[in-house]
T-cell receptor, first 113, second 111 residues
Framework: EAGVTQSPTHLIKTRGQQATLRCSPI?????VYWYQQALGLGLQFLLW???????NRGNFPPRFSGRQFPNYSSELNVNALELEDSALYLC????????????FGPGTRLTVL | GIQVEQSPPDLILQEGANSTLRCNFS?????LQWFHQNPWGQLINLFY???GTKQNGRLSATTVATERYSLLYISSSQTTDSGVYFC?????????????FGKGTHLIIQP
């Protein structure tokens, strides 16, 4: 069974541009989560999508947004990029039944110059 | 929000040694997971263990929910065990809160 996949692996942008990151969950999983791992800040919860809707977000500004498609894949958009947005962005999926185990993808490393 | 503290922050051991990593959390939780982050950044699931004890090969974990801590045991360490180990918790159920991560324990196993 395929795990969570993310694309691209690396992304280089300049300040002020927009970045789009993509995530495909494990087959059958309906929930997708996004996390940011920035140097010195640790792993932080960013967004949660379930059944096509944004259900919750962490302490991030509105320029971090995204969506979930009917096939449950998701994309994360970061507008008006700032230098401090440089980070590893991790996507996770879960089945949300009797256990809430989240399974993570390999991540997208975003560098903002 | 919920606080997660991991100890020790760094641990250097010789191959073959045993180790215990600790995770303290500040509130009751419905989800607790242990991860190993590989050198490329991917988080590898080790255990889903909001309570009780589990074992998987050389690794085992125990969560005492009433006392708000979890322990990860690694026996007969190998160099491939090196990396950062994270504990992550969720207070509510159903994934609503997202996972809150500790700062991790950086484990180095020397040959």
């Amino acid at each position: 069974e395929a795990g969570v996949t993310q694309s691209p692996t690396h992304l280089i942008k300049t300040r002020g541009q927009q970045a789009t990151l993509r995530c495909s969950p494990i087959s059958g999983h309906t929930s997708v989560y996004w996390y940011q791992q920035a140097l010195g800040l640790g792993l932080q919860f960013l967004l949660w999508y379930d059944e096509g809707e944004e259900r919750n977000r962490g302490n991030f500004p509105p320029r971090f947004s995204g969506r979930q498609f009917p096939n449950y894949s998701s994309e994360l958009n970061v507008n008006a990029l700032e230098l401090e947005d440089s980070a590893l962005y991790l996507c996770a999926s879960s089945l949300r039944t009797t256990t809430d185990t989240q399974y993570f993808g390999p991540g997208t490393r975003l560098t903002v110059l | 929000g919920i606080q997660v503290e991991q100890s020790p922050p760094d641990l250097i051991l010789q191959e073959g040694a045993n180790s215990t990593l600790r995770c303290n959390f500040s509130d009751s939780v419905n989800n607790l997971q242990w991860f190993h982050q590989n050198p490329w950044g991917q988080l590898i699931n080790l255990f889903y263990i909001p309570s009780g004890t589990k074992q998987n090969g050389r690794l085992s974990a125990t969560t005492v929910a009433t006392e708000r801590y979890s322990l990860l045991y690694i026996s007969s360490s190998q160099t491939t065990d090196s990396g950062v180990y994270f504990c992550a918790v969720e207070r509510g159920g159903g994934g609503a809160d997202g996972l809150t991560f500790g700062k991790g324990t950086h484990l180095i196993i020397q040959p």
